[in-house]
């Protein structure tokens, strides 16, 4: 029922992760009024980076094209993204 996660997909994930944390508190520090917006816009980049750079490799043959990298480096971005969402909340109500 349970497949193995391979190796390579950790690495999307975390990368996802890293991208979700960077792109969200960016988003939030442009947006700073509008949190629903900045997380959809967010969310809208993350997909089109861990996308984008799959049908690159498609297109021009450089390194192997796998969908379920892009949605490790998605489901890495969400997780990110929320990371992101928990750290600004803790900063603002602990007055840090």
Same mark, same amino acid.
């Given at each position: +029922? *349970?497949?193995?996660?391979?190796?390579?997909? @950790?690495? %999307? *994930?975390? $990368?996802? /992760?890293?991208?979700?944390?960077?792109?969200? /508190? /960016? =988003?939030? @520090?442009?947006? #700073?009024?509008?949190?629903?917006?900045?997380?959809?816009?967010?969310?809208?980049?993350?997909?089109?980076?861990?996308?984008? *750079?799959?049908?690159?490799?498609?297109?021009? =043959? *450089?390194? %192997?094209?796998?969908f +379920?990298? #892009?949605? #490790?480096? $998605?489901? =890495?971005?969400? !997780?990110? +993204?929320?990371?992101a969402w928990a750290? $600004? @909340? !803790?900063?603002? &109500? &602990?007055? /840090?």
């Amino acid at each position: +029922m *349970f497949k193995k996660i391979a190796p390579d997909k @950790w690495k %999307h *994930f975390y $990368v996802g /992760i890293l991208m979700g944390v960077i792109v969200q /508190i /960016i =988003g939030i @520090w442009l947006l #700073a009024n509008q949190p629903f917006l900045s997380t959809i816009i967010t969310l809208l980049i993350v997909i089109i980076i861990s996308y984008g *750079f799959e049908l690159f490799s498609k297109i021009t =043959g *450089f390194g %192997h094209y796998d969908f +379920m990298d #892009a949605v #490790a480096s $998605v489901v =890495g971005g969400v !997780a990110g +993204m929320g990371i992101a969402w928990a750290v $600004v @909340w !803790a900063l603002s &109500y &602990y007055k /840090i």
